[in-house]
């Protein structure tokens, strides 16, 4: 298993451009999240998902968007980008809540966003 | 103030030594978690724990949910340790974490 695949690694964008991140995990896991990681503070959670065409806002959604249309994918969309949504993105997956169980979240390499 | 607080922020040791990362938070809780992020930026679960104590080779996690206080414990420490360790929650009757800011390990022979 591949476990959680997120692509690109790295990227370089323009204020107002606007791009996807990819994210897939192969181990059939119903939950999936988006987390950004600024220098100095806390992950933070962006949005997240329970299942297929069910998603909901994190902490800091505003900027993004996200879709779920199967259960192996789980992309992130920037638009109009912005220097405060410079940071590294990690994605992750969990096969059912976190609050219950041992469930631990598997996490993806990350993707370091650079906005200028 | 943060939700979640680790202390120290920064950790130097000598290969051998005993460590102590610990993890207060202001919150009620269903679960806590433990994890390690490598110098490279990847990110494993360590522990997973709500009551009591866990342990995984050199690795021990203890909880205190009246004290609502967490302990990482790494016995006979290498500098293969060196990493960011990050306490995390779960607040009660939600599915989210809620991150503190780390902890950065430096492990020297």
């Known amino acids: 298993n591949a476990g959680v695949t997120q692509t690109p690694k790295f990227r370089i964008l323009k204020i107002g451009q606007s791009m996807t991140l990819q994210c897939t995990q192969d181990?059939?896991?119903?939950?999936m999240y988006w987390y950004r990681q600024d220098p100095g503070m806390g992950l933070k959670l962006i949005y997240y998902s329970v299942g297929a065409g069910i998603t909901d806002k994190g902490e800091v959604p505003n900027g993004y968007n996200v879709s779920r249309s199967t259960t192996e994918d789980f992309p992130l969309r920037l638009e109009l980008a912005a220097p405060s949504q410079t940071s590294v993105y990690f994605c992750?997956?969990?096969?059912?809540?976190?609050?219950?169980?041992?469930?631990?979240?598997?996490f993806g390499p990350g993707t370091r966003l650079t906005v200028l | 103030k943060n939700e979640v607080e680790q202390s120290p922020q920064n950790l130097t040791a000598q290969e051998g030594e005993f460590i102590t990362i610990n993890c207060s938070y202001s919150?009620?809780?269903?679960?806590l978690h433990w994890l390690q992020q490598h110098p490279g930026g990847g990110i494993v679960s360590l522990f997973m724990?709500?009551?009591g104590k866990k342990k995984h080779g050199r690795l021990i996690a203890t909880i205190n949910i009246q004290e609502k206080h967490s302990s990482l414990h790494i016995t006979a420490s290498h500098p293969r340790d060196s990493a960011v360790y990050i306490c995390?929650?779960?607040?009660?009757?939600?599915?989210?974490?809620?991150f503190g800011t780390g902890t950065r390990l430096q492990v020297f022979p």
């Open positions: 724990l709500s009551s």
């Open positions: 992750a997956s969990s096969p059912t809540s976190s609050g219950g169980g041992y469930n631990e979240q598997f």
């Open positions: 995390a929650v779960v607040g009660r009757g939600t599915d989210k974490l809620i």
């Open positions: 919150v009620g809780i269903s679960a």
């Open positions: 181990m059939n896991h119903n939950y």
